[in-house]
């Protein structure tokens, strides 16, 4: 079992910077699938970003490209989502979560076997 745990959420000014941390315990996962959603009051979780075992697997939605950066650390077990030039419709709960293997996760949900907590992201104007 996996056990995902998010970080580095907080309250910043639109046009600021956080960088979230979502740490895997349990079992090395340096060859999982890995993603960023989040969730804002009233609304559907939503895909943000995915990160996959080989150089160029990185796919992000239209919204946050140019603006935030999804990195893992393997060595850590660990996978990152650095977002800069924040906006207040960026705020919501971010989730990271991790794909089981032989899975082909997409920007779905569902196609993803663990989940963390979720850190709370608020970006005032």
């Known amino acids: 079992q996996v056990q995902l745990v998010e970080s580095g959420g907080g309250l910043v000014q639109a046009g600021g910077s956080l960088r979230l941390s979502c740490a895997a315990s349990g079992r090395t996962v340096s060859g999982y699938v890995k993603g960023w959603f989040r969730q804002a009051p009233g609304k559907e979780r939503e895909f943000v970003a995915m990160?996959?075992?080989?150089?160029?697997?990185?796919v992000y939605v239209d919204s946050v490209k140019d603006r935030f950066v999804i990195s893992r650390d393997n060595s850590k077990n660990t996978v990152y989502l650095q977002m800069n030039s924040l906006r207040p419709e960026d705020t919501a709960v971010y989730y990271c979560?991790?794909?089981?293997?032989?899975?082909?996760?997409?920007?779905?949900?569902?196609?993803?076997?663990?989940w963390g907590q979720g850190t709370q992201v608020t970006v005032s104007s």
């Open positions: 990160i996959g075992w080989y150089i160029g697997s990185i």
């Open positions: 979560a991790i794909a089981a293997p032989g899975r082909i996760p997409n920007r779905t949900s569902r196609t993803y076997d663990y």
